[in-house]
Nanobody, 130 residues
């Protein structure tokens, strides 16, 4: 069982930066994909970034490409961390941000929908003011 706990959200002005963090309570290479999703009020949950734990390939939504960076610690052991560094934030980035883990195989490029992920954190709010 994977447990995920997010932290690091908050409020920032447009153009600013935030880093959200997800504590992952499982040996990270036992997970195929780790992703960050976001959901704004009245909108569907969308994947903004994902990382293939074996190999390190990363994938980004077009709306955040060049501004957001996903990364993980690479440590042996049961406790690991997933990060999302967010720069040049815009008001439209305002949402609840969730980390998610997919146990399986295959390229994370195709693991895009929240239904494909089997474990979720509780979310952390990011608010960007203009």
């Amino acid at each position: 069982q994977v447990q995920l706990v997010e932290s690091g959200g908050g409020s920032v002005q447009a153009g600013g930066s935030l880093r959200v963090t997800c504590a992952v309570s499982r040996y990270i290479y036992a997970i195929n994909c780790l992703g960050w999703f976001r959901q704004a009020p009245g909108k569907e949950r969308e994947r903004v970034a994902a990382i293939q734990t074996r190999g390190g390939s990363t994938y980004y939504a077009d709306s955040v490409k060049g501004r957001f960076t996903i990364s993980t610690t690479s440590q042996d052991g049961a406790e690991n961390t997933l990060y999302l560094q967010m720069n040049s934030l815009k008001p439209e980035d305002t949402a609840m941000y969730y980390c998610a883990a997919q146990i399986g195989s295959g390229s994370c490029y195709w693991v895009r929908n929240w239904e494909q992920y089997s474990a979720w954190g509780q979310g952390t709010q990011v608010t960007v003011s203009s």
